[in-house]
Nanobody, 128 residues
């Protein structure tokens, strides 16, 4: 059974860093594109970053470009979102998601409607 489990979320001060992990089980990361989404209270779930199944392509929302880095370790079945220079507007529940329905394209990679499997989320709070 395919499962995604996020971890690493916590309270951090503005300007701080945080590392989120998405552990995948029941499938191999080489078969699925993996993305991170986030949802703040009262807002829609938005795409943050994506990495293609072969690892050759990544994409980032404009709001996090230059601050967040996505990577994956196939041997550990883990996708990591490294976040730097965190801002209060980064506060949200962060989810990882997986899909293999389509060949990778930047155009859809951060669209939640293209993803079939979701984790339960991890809370990130940026506050002083």
């Amino acid at each position: 059974q395919l499962q995604l489990v996020e971890s690493g979320g916590k309270l951090v001060q503005p300007g701080g860093s945080l590392r989120l992990s998405c552990n995948a089980s029941g499938f191999t990361l080489n078969d699925y594109h993996i993305a991170w989404f986030r949802q703040a209270p009262g807002q829609e779930r938005e795409g943050v970053s994506c990495i293609s199944r072969n690892g050759a392509n990544t994409n980032y929302a404009d709001s996090v470009k230059g601050r967040f880095i996505i990577s994956k370790d196939v041997a550990k079945s883990t996708v990591v979102l490294q976040m730097y220079n965190l801002k209060s507007e980064d506060t949200a529940v962060y989810y990882c998601a997986a899909t293999r329905r389509y060949a990778y394209r930047d155009q859809w990679s951060l669209n939640r409607n293209y993803y079939d499997y979701w984790g339960q989320g991890t809370q990130v709070t940026v506050s002083s």
